[in-house]
């Protein structure tokens, strides 16, 4: 594969548990808010790889990421040490399924992250296309504790009529406010639980979500992908495929592990 060795340009620590960091970026890389692509370090010469999420948008000059750090793991571990003018290897090709591509225009872009899986959806709202795919987006981002909402401010800075956004921390009894909804809520839910009852859409007014004009991005807990996709397609959305671009779409590959969860 095409891997271009790069530098790490800087650091940023969320919380115990994530972090983010920022590259250089391959001359020639060229990719679409939303995508991944494979990244690592050489350790005693060998390359330990793993996708990522790309932060950043694509005319950005450098590349950013939110990385888990795991304390044994074999990538994260040694990347939650690096540091500004260390050496990182990341792969010039590019893919992933949370484009806007990869669903239909429509009414509401429900944004479904748990963990670092919020990286991809931070890429998409910083972008200007966002709005002229959907009426309406919303962000939803579930985590274990306050301190792992990543990118709170810039995400409330954002906030519009046009895009909400949802906090929901579950192992932490902790009284912060949504800046966007309409009527109190247990922020100590699941924001998968709060989009299957119907509470999501209550809390923020808008329409009941519906497959014939609303769309869903999945990205996160291995567990959350695949009970959200058997759930959506119970209840009449369409996953797309290589059969075609249906109304929900989730991101399997970029790096999670079950300890980057929301519960």
Partial sequence: MPYSEQRITSTHRWSDKTFSFTTTRPEG??????????????PEGKLIPRAYSIVSEPEAEELEFLSIHVPDGALT????????????WINTKVTGSLTFDYVQPGRTLYMLATGTGLAPFISLIRSPELFEHFDNAVLVHSVRTVEELAYRQEIESRISDRLRYVPTVTRENHDFACPI????????????DMFRSGELSQILDLPPADPEHDRVMLCGNPAMNREMSEWLTEHGWTQTNYKGVGTFTVEQAFVTTMSDSDD
Avoid: C, M
Wanted: proline letters at 5%.
């Fill in 29 to 42: 890389l060229e990719f679409k808010n939303g995508q991944f692509v494979t990244l690592g370090l050489r």
């Fill in 77 to 88: 571990s040694r990347l939650a040490e690096a540091g500004p003018g260390d050496s990182i």
């Fill in 181 to 192: 909804a309409q009527q109190p809520y247990d922020n100590n839910q699941r924001g998968a």
